[in-house]
């Protein structure tokens, strides 16, 4: 069953109902062209030009940077549709895995395809209460709407900064967290607020430095990629899917969605190209 606990509004990032207007657009079509394992963030090309075989070279990259593999239990902030979970326990021999998220339709979707050992819950990780420590926390691609546009410097570091103090409290002794999240690489003046007004309301790119700055006290960074090459690839290939698939995508989502899905997409790869985006791949180890 999903675990669902009240979530509260008025945080500084993205609501349920922000997360929701995105998230929960239709499973259908966002397989058309993100592909059926249903990985929405960037992919890891090392080594292959393919894009799934790439996602499960990025899954794997995460659990070995968390220390996760033959854990008793994972925490995935930020779940998705689950891809992670799984595969933590069918490829890593983890015992537990357990995901967050606010998307309604991802719990179910989690919980119908979940393998033994995975459990969703329904919740914010600012609410999230583990029954014991884990071993490991990884999250890809949720950073990202922990805070909405217009907050100042020193309450998003308040906010980040929170965050790793959850994990803090969450992990055993020196255990990892392993996170992914898109960042400014320029200056955010720069940026077009297309995206953040029409397809993710309430949320807000971090400035390259500050998840260092926020983890500082609580976890030592370990590693560090910008793999903003790789969001472009990824980006032009999700692009490529969505025009090859337009007449199903449009009778899903109807003409205006897609047009404008299509636009973030080819927007968001020529930020990545130029740099004013960048995507951050970063391992922490609790100081205790």
Known sequence: ???????????????????????????????????ADLIYSCALFDGTQDLAEAQRRKLDYHIAAAGAAGANSVLDVGCGWGALLNRLVEHADVKRAVGLTLSPSQARWVER??????????????????????????????????????????????????????CDRALVSRGRLSLQTIAY????????????????????????????????GKFELI??????????????????????HRDEAVAIVG??????????????AAGFQSGLACLLRMAFAKSS
């Open 185 to 216: 690489g320029l200056t955010p003046r720069d940026v077009d607020p297309f995206i953040f007004e029409r397809i993710f309301p309430e949320s807000e790119l971090p400035l390259i430095w500050e998840p260092i700055v926020a983890a500082d």
């Open 113 to 166: 395809t979940a393998r033994p050992g995975v459990e969703v819950r329904y919740e914010h990780w600012r609410d999230h209460v583990p029954a014991r420590r884990y071993d490991a926390i990884i999250s890809i691609g949720a950073f990202e709407h922990f805070v909405h546009r217009g907050l100042d410097s020193a309450s998003k570091l308040a906010v980040y900064r929170d965050f790793f103090a959850f």
């Open 1 to 35: 069953m999903v675990q669902y606990s009240e979530v509260q509004d008025g945080r500084a990032g993205a609501s349920p109902a922000a997360i929701s207007a995105h998230y929960d657009l239709s499973e259908e079509f966002f397989r058309l062209w993100i592909g």
């Open 223 to 244: 590693a560090l990629r910008n793999d903003r090459e790789h969001y472009f690839r990824t980006l032009r290939i999700w692009e490529r899917n969505l025009n090859a």
């Open 255 to 268: 003409e205006e969605v897609f047009t404008d899905f299509r636009r973030y997409l080819r927007d968001s």
